[in-house]
């Protein structure tokens, strides 16, 4: 098997259910197992007010907060094409960077902000950024990345919210949202010519077709190299955190279905089965999976509050989090 296609969390450090720091030895926590595409060493280098990602390609403005003041969703998008008329740092390609993109910058071993360590901007604020990706749930609300501590959510698009322009097409890192339409700011389909919507651009590396191979008992996902439990619950009800890492753990150590490698997901690689086009599930079209959850534990604690971990709501395609002693999500397994 490859090695995992998605990029890594970041979080390097093991925390028991109370939040207290451990070892991370067999814990099966995102710290312990470390997959992913690892940050570089001096992932930034800044030139004249802008700043380039070694990681993703992507350059984004060092001022995180270029227009100072919260706007609407469609005036973010306008201002972007205004920096465009008016060459800002002598560039004319900028926009709204799509929910992957934008997402790419999170790290899950900082807060306030969640940034990586070694991160050169500045006058970030640490609230609520736009994407240029709808909501499918509801378009009339397009999704947003709360920098203080990483969390993913969609709010109305007539909201008050910063943002942070982008450029360049990147590298294969990032992958298309799967959003092909564009829609107003009440939610109304509209032409993407123009719009600097995801939808228009469909930025990214592009999903393989068919993306998912069905193996049986598990489905290998094409495109992240990940292999995923076909049944996506290993129980019936919702369970605290330590039990799904627990569980996880016994599948590995039984070698379930021939693999002694699963475990709990970290929250980018349960993120990257999302498709911005659906909803209820929000995962691609002809996904194969069965027995699908509202959310489920990842193996990722929230540096926030390390008494909690993150959580992805599958019907709705979100990042949170939960209180890691409450019986409130479920598990689902990757190798």
Known sequence: MSASAVI???QSICYNTFGHEIPCLSTGQDAAINSGIKHPDRRFQVDKGMVWDSLTGLIWTQNANPNEFPVTWQEALDLTMEMNLNNTLD???WRLPNRRELHSLMHYQTKKPSLPPDHPFNNYFLGWYWTSS???????YAWNIHLE????FYSSKDDYRLFWPVRGK???VVTVTGQTVCFGQNGGETPCLGSGQDGALQLGRKWPEPRFEDREETVYDRLTNLCWLKEATLTTKPVDWHTALSLVTKMRSQKMY?????RLPNILE???LTDCSQFDPALPTGHLFTEIQNAYWSSTTSFYETDWAWVYYVIKGALGVGYKPKEDFFVWAVS
Not at 149 to 152: D, F, I, L, S, Y
Request: hydrophobic letters at 30%.
């Open 8 to 10: 890594s969390t970041g």
């Open 91 to 93: 560039c004319n390609d």
């Open 134 to 140: 709808s909501a499918a749930i509801n378009p009339a």
């Open 149 to 152: 501590g990483a969390r993913m």
């Open 170 to 172: 990147g590298k294969d």
């Open 258 to 262: 021939g693999r002694s490698n699963w």
């Open 270 to 272: 349960l993120e990257s």
